[in-house]
């Protein structure tokens, strides 16, 4: 039998009940319920792990803009447009530059050779599925890094990775 592949864009009253506390909180604060938020309810596993995994990255010793940058690298690279309007959103927020939010849009080297420390050591964690060559680790270490600064790195690339997965499943 052929089924409908749309997942259930919950409400309050329809979701889970594990995730309506989380769905309340972002609902509170945003001043609204989120449809990504709507959708990945449908797993309270997922939604709460989620936002558990942001609010320790966003505490992650990592600068503000730096953490943005390793959001937009994975959000780009896997094409999670609601991540990319938001995160835009969030370093505008910061003071980020256009010139730095078009180049993580693009995927193409950023202005800010530090920044783009972050953007390359993304990019290397990935394809080396985190055997990043002792070079490559050197280089993101030269730009004033720290090994703690790298495996935060690599926190925010499995954390955002949950999330555009689940955005893309979810066709938000």
């Known amino acids: ?44 596993h997922l939604l709460n792990g989620f936002m ?3 609010a320790l990255f966003d505490r992650a010793t990592l600068d503000p ?5 390793v959001v937009m690298s994975v959000a780009t690279r896997n094409t999670c447009h609601v991540c990319i309007d938001l995160h ?3 370093l505008r927020a910061l003071g980020a530059g256009e010139p730095l939010i078009a180049a993580l849009t693009d995927g193409t080297p950023l202005p800010d050779e530090r ?4 953007r390359r050591f993304v990019t290397d964690v990935y394809a080396t599925s985190g055997a990043v060559p ?26 955002y990775t ?11």
């Not at 329809?14 to 609902?27: F, G, H, K, L």
């Not at 803009?65 to 940058?69: G, K, Q």
Request: charged fraction near 20%; charge should be neutral.
């Open 1 to 44: 039998m052929k089924g409908t592949a749309v997942f259930v864009e919950h409400t309050l009253d329809s979701a889970p009940a594990e995730a309506r506390p989380t769905m309340e909180a972002i609902a509170r604060r945003a001043g609204h319920l989120p449809p990504a938020v709507a959708r990945l309810a449908t797993s309270p």
């Open 162 to 172: 949950l999330s555009t997965f689940a955005n893309r499943l979810t066709r938000v």
């Open 115 to 118: 920044l783009e420390a972050v």
């Open 134 to 159: 002792d070079d490559d680790l050197r280089a993101f270490l030269a730009h004033g890094f720290t090994h703690q600064h790298a495996l935060e790195v690599v926190m925010g690339i499995g954390t």
């Open 52 to 54: 558990h995994l942001t």
């Open 65 to 69: 803009v730096a953490r943005e940058v």
């Open 88 to 90: 835009s959103a969030k």
